[in-house]
């Protein structure tokens, strides 16, 4: 698959989220090559902490393929998915997560709660491939230029 081709999509994505006043994030589904959905973050815009971009994408994703088993499909996004993500990503047993940057404290990868690669939970299935780091100076620039505005908001 080309990795770097669906981050930019995810990219393109986060820049309309911040546009809206949201955190730049943007989140694809993958089957088949081909993207099922793609959605930005939408927190602030609903007031519903649920509403981050990779929960969206997988909402409409379900949605979309009618089954909640999205186990053949690829979910990118421009930040790793945080804990709540994370659950929801393992929940619908996504075959891999592709992102850019790191969320060090609330990651469900790189953080001390690694939701995404945990065999500890009985009745879950195996954990999603994860690569990261794809397009990662791209997605840190747009994170750099969103808090460079939220800190001009605040002046």
């Not at 930019?8 to 994030?25: D, T």
């Not at 997988?58 to 998915?81: F, M, N, W």
């Not at 994170?143 to 460079?148: E, G, M, V």
């Amino acid at each position: 698959m080309n990795h770097e081709k669906f981050m930019r999509h995810c990219l393109i994505l986060g820049k309309q989220a911040m546009e809206n006043g949201e955190s730049p994030v943007g989140a694809i589904v993958v089957k088949n090559g081909q993207i099922v959905s793609e959605a930005t973050e939408l927190a602030k815009t609903n007031a519903d902490v649920t509403c981050h971009a990779e929960i969206e994408a997988i909402r409409l994703a379900v949605k979309g393929l009618k089954t909640s088993r999205l186990d053949q499909c690829h979910l990118y996004t421009t930040h790793e998915p945080c804990i709540m993500c994370s659950y929801v990503i393992r929940h619908h047993q996504i075959q891999s997560v592709i992102y850019g940057q790191q969320v060090p404290h609330i990651g469900g990868n790189s953080s001390d709660f690694n939701i995404l690669g945990t065999t500890k939970i009985p009745h879950w299935h195996h954990p999603p491939e994860i690569l990261s780091g794809i397009c990662e100076e791209e997605c840190l620039q747009l994170s750099q230029i969103y808090l460079a505005l939220k800190s001009k908001q605040h002046d």
